[in-house]
């Protein structure tokens, strides 16, 4: 229901714009359709939290899957010399080292946002499997798995997760799980600068690490991300 009525008033927001510009000088009516595309994107972060959006999408955290891939991610913000985020996966990691200004993000923002990271990097890589996605961040995975609705910038990082390109990048069936910091090393390492302890659990598993780069849709994401939270 929500779903059905947030589209019909995102359409009246837009043609309200369009009016506007024409009955108005060209630089104030610009103005109010730039306010008014802001309001579309936070209604559709409102929709993101919706029971209707979960019961439309069977194939969305299906838990009775076994996974066929694992990924891991974490965010460090404090108590370290290099925050950052950082992500695991059957051998290759990667990392991101943030900006004063990106730390400027809550905790739970950045670690939502390695999530999907997370899904920029590796979902293509498992295009055609189940997959495992793990955070330490206990409300990540709460409003993952229950699409339970929390701040207006969660809900805007979930929004963004359900749409192209990142929704298809979720591979054929997906899952949200919480994992306790502790267990959650691998990929604490790299977000905190700790390179040496990916080299110990290489070698104990005998596995062949291998660094991928963060692409520019991830970075773009989150300077998009930074802008929303400011705004």
Known sequence: MYG???????QALRKVGNEIVK??????????????????????????GCSFAHGTREWYNTNE???QATVFGDAAKEGTPTPGLGGYSHGAWWVYPLSELE????????????????????????????IEWLSDAQ??????????RKSELTQYIHWRLLEPPLKENLG?????????????????APSRGKYHILEKWSAQVSMK????????AAKRLLQETITFFES
């Open 209 to 216: 690490l291998q660094q991928l780069e963060v692409p520019e």
């Open 4 to 10: 059905m009525y947030g589209t019909i008033y995102m």
């Open 139 to 148: 409300v990540v995975t709460q409003v993952l798995k229950n699409w339970a």
């Open 23 to 48: 009955i108005t000088s060209n630089a104030l009516g610009q103005f109010l359709r730039n306010q008014l595309e802001r309001w579309e994107v936070r209604i559709k972060t409102m929709i993101a």
């Open 65 to 67: 899957i076994v996974p």
């Open 103 to 130: 730390l400027k993000l809550p905790i739970v923002g950045l670690e939502f946002i390695t999530v999907l990271f997370n899904v920029i990097i590796f979902g293509g890589r498992y295009e055609n499997e189940a």
């Open 172 to 188: 054929q069936h997906s899952t949200f799980r919480h994992i306790n910091g502790v267990a959650n090393e691998i990929s604490d």
